[in-house]
């Protein structure tokens, strides 16, 4: 997965990531944020606000660089071999697991720039349909920018394991259907059925 993500166009195109942190039983995104570090991204992760949801600042270089061809080619080879992550600005919850602090700084997406958005399920299918956790943050957080994402600015990836892709994935008219998913070492262009 992490391959594929870091070869879509739409990547080398962004300085802003916007990432989530894996929980259990999700796919891993530490390569993703290795190789965003590595690349002088901007990396953002979400964290939850009552009902909805932001994503915050959790890594910014401390002097941006512009990198060759090659160099990003390094850098995806340097994320998969990679140890550690870096130290990134990240607390731990009352409910176990980490995310930005309520002080970082929150996305605000900027008109003729790009940025890509990682985005969890617990299923896919072609269509581009996500089964979420049901609380719908993710789905709320994208029709906010729909514009956005219609012109490009913006690309939703859905991310996952092999086994998480379906046939159908239920639907109502509140989910949003991703343009591209990356299910295992697939890269899949989504047909939306509407």
């Known amino acids: ?27 891993d995104t530490q390569g993703l944020i290795k190789a965003a570090v590595l690349q002088d991204k901007r990396i953002w992760a979400p964290r939850l606000h009552g009902n909805e949801m932001e994503f915050h600042l959790i890594w910014e270089a401390q002097s941006g660089s512009d990198m060759s061809a090659s160099e990003k080619s390094d850098a995806r080879m340097s994320a998969k071999s990679a140890d550690s ?30 940025c890509i958005i990682a985005t969890p399920g617990l299923a896919f299918d072609r269509q581009g349909n996500r089964l979420g956790r049901g609380k719908a943050y993710y789905d709320k957080w994208l029709s906010r920018y729909i ?27 509140h989910d949003m259907a991703l343009p591209q998913l990356i299910i295992g070492g697939e890269h899949i262009h989504c047909t939306s059925s509407e």
């Open 1 to 27: 997965m992490t391959e594929k993500f870091l070869g879509l166009p739409e990547w080398d195109s962004s300085r802003e990531v916007l990432l989530f942190l894996a929980m259990k039983g999700e796919i």
């Open 147 to 173: 514009s956005r994402i219609q012109v490009k600015e913006m690309t939703p990836v859905g991310i996952g394991f092999t086994i998480q892709l379906l046939d159908t994935v239920p639907r109502d008219e």
């Open 85 to 114: 992550l870096p130290e990134l600005d990240l607390e731990y919850n009352p409910y176990g697991l980490w995310e930005p602090r309520s002080t970082a700084p929150i996305f605000t997406p900027q008109r003729g720039k790009h």
